[in-house]
């Protein structure tokens, strides 16, 4: 079948339905990463959002298992690619990318020209948009929703290392499995608490040592009550890391500010420089909004090189940062891996 992206600024663009023969609505966004397209799929952070890949390959090395993804279903709203391959050879393979995305009904287009439509993107910025396949529908902003709520966990998650070992609490806004295995991998007990669950006044069977807010999607104004409860966390001393949406969301708790950004960054080639040292470090990232008042107290850690947006926050005195990339590195690189020890170390 045939299908047509529709842009809210009225552009049409007809392109060969290989997902679900259904229609999709968002805000329409382009990754310009050569790989790792299983992961992204399944990036909470990208709930909501049409994800236009400008890499002309997509599908060759099919879908690994699911205990390989980043969360439990595909959370894009649509995928449009330039060039599909339905015939993947990889040993981990399990399905082809068209068989996935229509067992969970997620539609897709074949549009040639993706680099025009991501030009289009740069220029008049992230943009809502729908993929018509057959039915016609509406369009849909997801910045005008509380995304977070949708994508957290429910319950409480215990991951026991060891009864001795430091223990952290990882409040899910919408985190990337990987920041469990990157933790867990370092002999960290990891507590894994919804959105809103209240840290600092909850009771638990260990020590809490230190926080990790993770990454997840949309407004990070939206997510106030997490804001709220990350204050309680700074007032009582414990060591706090933010990733992604975390860094924003820490950066409103301590008095500063967020705005969005024309059109985000998402890719696994974005530079960001480590402030007073002469280091650039190539990230994994995943985000439409970013800190644009760094807080009283915190300094700049990290800066993206192309837009000298900010890319990370550390305090000046307590062990409290946050970075704007995913030092998780699924997909890669994983330059910055180190993060998670520089945290561990400071607990």
Same mark, same amino acid.
């Given at each position: 079948?045939?299908?047509?992206?529709?842009?809210?600024?009225?552009?049409?663009?007809?392109?060969?339905? +290989?997902?679900?023969?259904?229609?999709?609505?968002?805000?329409?966004?382009?990754?310009?990463?050569?790989?790792?397209?299983?992961?992204? @799929?399944?990036? $909470?952070?990208?709930?909501?959002?049409?994800?236009?890949? =400008?890499?002309?390959?997509?599908?060759?090395? *099919?879908?690994?298992?699911? %205990?390989?993804?980043?969360?439990?279903?595909?959370?894009?709203?649509?995928?449009?690619?330039?060039?599909?391959?339905?015939?993947?050879?990889?040993?981990?393979?399990?399905?082809?990318?068209?068989?996935?995305?229509?067992?969970?009904?997620?539609?897709?287009?074949?549009?040639?020209?993706?680099?025009?439509?991501?030009?289009?993107?740069?220029?008049?910025?992230?943009?809502?948009?729908?993929?018509?396949?057959?039915?016609?529908?509406?369009?849909?902003?997801? %910045?005008?929703?509380?995304?977070?709520?949708?994508?957290?966990?429910?319950?409480?998650?215990?991951?026991?290392?060891?009864?001795?070992?430091? =223990?952290?609490?990882?409040?899910?806004?919408?985190?990337?499995?990987?920041?469990?295995?990157?933790?867990?991998?370092?002999?960290?007990?990891?507590? =894994?608490?919804?959105?809103?669950?209240?840290?600092?006044?909850?009771?638990?069977?260990?020590?809490?040592?230190?926080?990790?807010?993770?990454?997840?999607?949309?407004?990070?104004?939206?997510?106030?009550?997490?804001? *709220? %409860?990350?204050?309680?966390?700074?007032?009582?001393?414990?060591?706090?890391?933010?990733?992604? @949406?975390? %860094?924003?969301?820490?950066?409103?708790?301590?008095?500063?500010?967020?705005?969005?950004?024309?059109?985000?960054?998402?890719?696994?080639?974005?530079?960001?420089?480590?402030?007073?040292?002469?280091?650039?470090?190539?990230?994994?990232?995943?985000?439409? +909004?970013?800190?644009?008042?760094?807080?009283?107290?915190?300094?700049?850690?990290?800066?993206?090189?192309?837009?000298?947006?900010?890319? *990370?926050?550390?305090?000046?005195?307590? $062990?409290?940062?946050?970075?704007?990339?995913?030092?998780?590195?699924?997909?890669?690189?994983?330059?910055?891996?180190?993060?998670?020890?520089?945290?561990?170390?400071?607990?």
């Amino acid at each position: 079948m045939t299908g047509k992206l529709i842009l809210k600024n009225g552009l049409g663009i007809e392109g060969k339905s +290989f997902g679900a023969d259904i229609s999709g609505a968002g805000e329409v966004v382009f990754s310009t990463g050569m790989m790792g397209y299983p992961e992204s @799929l399944t990036d $909470p952070s990208y709930k909501g959002q049409i994800l236009v890949l =400008t890499y002309p390959l997509i599908g060759n090395y *099919g879908i690994p298992d699911k %205990n390989l993804w980043e969360s439990g279903k595909i959370q894009v709203s649509g995928l449009i690619v330039s060039d599909y391959i339905d015939t993947p050879y990889h040993f981990q393979s399990k399905q082809t990318l068209s068989q996935w995305l229509k067992s969970e009904k997620i539609p897709a287009l074949e549009i040639k020209d993706t680099r025009f439509l991501t030009q289009i993107i740069r220029e008049k910025g992230a943009m809502l948009g729908k993929i018509e396949i057959g039915k016609k529908i509406d369009f849909y902003d997801p %910045n005008a929703e509380n995304l977070v709520a949708l994508v957290s966990t429910k319950h409480v998650e215990i991951q026991l290392f060891d009864k001795n070992a430091k =223990t952290v609490v990882l409040i899910d806004c919408g985190a990337k499995r990987n920041i469990q295995r990157a933790l867990f991998q370092r002999g960290i007990n990891v507590i =894994t608490v919804p959105w809103d669950f209240d840290v600092a006044g909850a009771k638990f069977d260990y020590k809490v040592d230190g926080v990790v807010i993770s990454n997840g999607p949309g407004n990070p104004k939206l997510v106030g009550q997490t804001v *709220g %409860n990350i204050k309680k966390i700074i007032s009582a001393n414990i060591p706090i890391l933010g990733v992604c @949406l975390g %860094n924003q969301l820490l950066a409103l708790a301590a008095g500063g500010d967020t705005a969005k950004l024309k059109y985000g960054h998402r890719s696994q080639n974005q530079p960001a420089k480590m402030e007073g040292s002469p280091r650039c470090f190539i990230t994994t990232q995943n985000h439409g +909004f970013d800190v644009s008042v760094i807080p009283p107290g915190f300094k700049v850690w990290f800066t993206n090189a192309n837009d000298e947006s900010n890319e *990370g926050i550390i305090h000046k005195n307590k $062990p409290i940062m946050s970075v704007q990339f995913h030092p998780e590195a699924t997909p890669g690189p994983q330059d910055t891996e180190w993060i998670f020890d520089y945290f561990i170390q400071k607990l």
